[in-house]
């Protein structure tokens, strides 16, 4: 059965950064675009960035250019986030999903990171 | 970027009701429109795809419609287990984004 773990969160220091990994199984990973999803404690969803398949292509939203970077290796099934400066409006649960181009279908449970001094 | 409004925030409503859901585009996005349903603590789950198309697995008593600005996902007939908050999502350029969220309670 598809899954998908995300791990790397956690209590962090303003300024500092974090990568978040993503882990996939049950399908082939290498074929589909992934996606980035936050949600801030008691908020909406707010997407975050989105890699192709192959990893030649990279789109985020506007609220957090320049400070995230997605990534992935498709040898390892894993998909990356990497997250610049933190502030404290970056506390939130960060959630991967399987992108199918019209529409997400499978969704992690979510790795928080908690921003605090 | 495309701004999703997403109306009411919140909805009160009994088991059996119909209620209707509505999302608008702040631009043209086609049909390019999914809805997600959330629980407490748990991960979004896809209902509806291209704005009228049900994910494999989803009750019939959920359904979509609209194209171009705007969207309504309609639950047929509530049942217990439907009380959740919805949100609608953009995919058809980028960034994507989501609506602000219905959250639908037991009334």
């Known amino acids: 059965q598809v899954q998908l773990v995300e791990s790397g969160g956690g209590v962090v220091q303003p300024g500092t950064s974090l990568r978040l990994s993503c882990t996939g199984s049950g399908f082939t990973f290498r074929s589909y675009a992934m996606q980035w999803v936050r949600q801030a404690p008691g908020r909406g969803l707010e997407w975050v960035a989105l890699i192709s398949y192959d990893g030649s292509h990279q789109f985020y939203a506007d609220s957090v250019k320049g400070r995230l970077t997605i990534s992935r290796d498709n040898s390892k099934n894993t998909l990356y986030l990497q997250v610049h400066n933190l502030t404290l409006e970056d506390t939130a649960v960060y959630s991967c999903?399987?992108?199918?181009?019209?529409?997400?279908?499978?969704w992690g449970q979510g790795t928080l990171v908690t921003v605090s001094s | 970027a495309i701004q999703m409004t997403q109306s009411p925030s919140s909805l009160s409503a009994s088991v059996g009701d119909r209620v209707t859901i509505t999302c608008r585009a702040s631009?043209?996005?086609?049909?390019?429109l999914g809805w997600y349903q959330q629980k407490p603590g748990k991960a979004p789950r896809l209902l509806i795809y291209?704005?009228?198309i049900l994910e494999s697995g989803v009750p019939s008593r959920f359904s979509g419609s609209g194209s171009g600005t705007e969207f309504t996902l309609t639950i047929s007939s509530l049942q217990p287990e439907d009380f959740a908050t919805y949100y609608c999502l953009q995919d058809y350029n980028y960034p994507r984004s989501f609506g602000q969220g219905t959250k639908l309670e037991i009334k």
């Open positions: 631009q043209d996005i086609r049909d390019d």
């Open positions: 291209a704005s009228s």
């Open positions: 999903a399987r992108d199918m181009g019209r529409g997400s279908d499978y």
